[in-house]
C-alpha cells in the first residue's frame, strides 16, 4: 500500500519561508518522480515543482521564480521542498505525488499516488 505523507504547513507571514516534508512508504523510492502540487479554493490543482527518482533533474512551475527548491533524500524515502519569500497568492493545500514516468512530469495525471495535503497559510 502506497503512502505518501506531507508535513511543514502552516501560518507565516509575507517573506516567510517553510519547509515542507513528504515521507513516502509502499514504492521503491528511487524509481519514482516525485512532484509538489498545490490548490487554492477554487481552483484547479497546479504543478509546483518535480524532482527525477535519482535526483538529477528538477522542474519548476514559472510562477516559483526561484523561490522555491525541491529535494529528496531517497535513503530516507523523503521528498522536500523549500519555499522563501513567500506571497499570500502562495496560500493552498499542497500535495506531494509520486509518478513511474521517467525524467520530470509536470502534469497531474502522470501521477498515481496523492498524499493527503498540507494546508500552507501565508498572511499579509
Known amino acids: 500500500q502506497v503512502q505518501l505523507v506531507e508535513s511543514g504547513g502552516g501560518l507565516v507571514q509575507t517573506g516567510g519561508s517553510l519547509r515542507l516534508s513528504c515521507a513516502a512508504s509502499?514504492?521503491?523510492?528511487?524509481?519514482?518522480?516525485m512532484g509538489w502540487f498545490r490548490q487554492a479554493p477554487g481552483k484547479e490543482r497546479e504543478f509546483v515543482a518535480v524532482i527525477s527518482g535519482l535526483g538529477g533533474s528538477t522542474g519548476y512551475s514559472d510562477s516559483e521564480k526561484g523561490r522555491f527548491t525541491i529535494s529528496r533524500i531517497n535513503v530516507y524515502n523523503t521528498v522536500y521542498l523549500q519555499m522563501r519569500s513567500l506571497e499570500p497568492e502562495d496560500t493552498a493545500v499542497f500535495y506531494c505525488?509520486?509518478?513511474?514516468?521517467?525524467?520530470?512530469?509536470?502534469?497531474?495525471?502522470?501521477?498515481?499516488?496523492w498524499g493527503q495535503g498540507t494546508q500552507v497559510t501565508v498572511s499579509s
Open positions: 509502499g514504492i521503491t523510492f528511487s524509481n519514482y518522480a
Open positions: 505525488a509520486a509518478s513511474s514516468v521517467v525524467g520530470v512530469p509536470t502534469t497531474v495525471s502522470d501521477y498515481p499516488y
